[in-house]
């Protein structure tokens, strides 16, 4: 999708962005920026879970009723978690209530903690899956090899609802891949943001 103007300030973003604050806020200083952390990958990758079959404006708009709702995306507190919890959390409103999302992220917690233990961090194994230097561009795509890659990849571990566009858009959202319109606003930064960004080892 092209980039499109009409915003408050006038500056070009990618076509899928609204008019809100909290809109223009995300993609400006979030979307497409490299993350390391493992807490902001796997909250990242498990909000893209929940927004399979949603708009990511209506997960974005609850994502602090997420973070209360699990443990601030701790994967340790939140293997922890039982059927009490998934009780509460399929009652509050706050969140996308879908039992068998719920009960993915509890499940994608426990194999966080195995992919920790065993990589050093979930950093480190999710970042191999970067495309290379001169690989095609995807810009407008919905998959990737590398996506498509890492789906399989996790899905042998047991990690649940990553499927290949769900990873995508978990890819595009942490900067694995600069995928900002060429006219949107952030593009330029987003790529310099990958190329001074030290990779997960």
């Not at 399929?90 to 996308?96: C, E, N, Q, T, Y």
């Not at 994608?108 to 195995?114: G, M, P, S």
């Not at 233990?117 to 899956?129: C, D, I, K, N, V």
Request: proline share 5%.
């Amino acid at each position: 999708m092209n980039a499109k103007t009409e915003f408050p300030d006038g500056l070009a973003r990618c076509g899928w962005v609204d008019t809100s604050a909290e809109y223009m806020a995300y993609h400006d200083t979030e979307w497409g920026r490299p993350e390391a952390d493992d807490r902001a990958l796997f909250e990242q990758l498990c909000l893209e879970g929940f927004q399979s079959g949603l708009s990511w404006r209506t997960i974005l708009a609850k994502r602090e009723a997420f973070r209360r709702g699990f443990a601030g995306f701790d994967p340790a507190r939140v293997a922890r978690f039982g059927e009490k919890e998934v009780q509460a959390l399929l009652a509050d409103p706050g969140i996308v209530r879908h039992r068998g999302k719920i009960e993915a992220v509890i499940n994608n917690a426990a194999r966080a903690l195995e992919m920790i233990e065993r990589e050093g961090s979930l950093g480190a194994y999710l970042w191999r899956f970067e495309a290379p230097p001169g690989a095609p561009s995807t810009y407008g795509a919905s998959t990737s090899a590398q996506s498509d890659a890492l789906s399989k990849a996790l899905k042998k571990l047991g990690w649940k609802f990553v499927g290949p566009t769900t990873v995508y858009a978990f890819m595009q959202s942490v900067g694995m891949v600069n995928d900002h319109s060429p006219g949107c606003h952030c593009h330029a930064a987003s790529e310099r943001a990958r190329k001074a960004f030290k990779r997960p080892a």
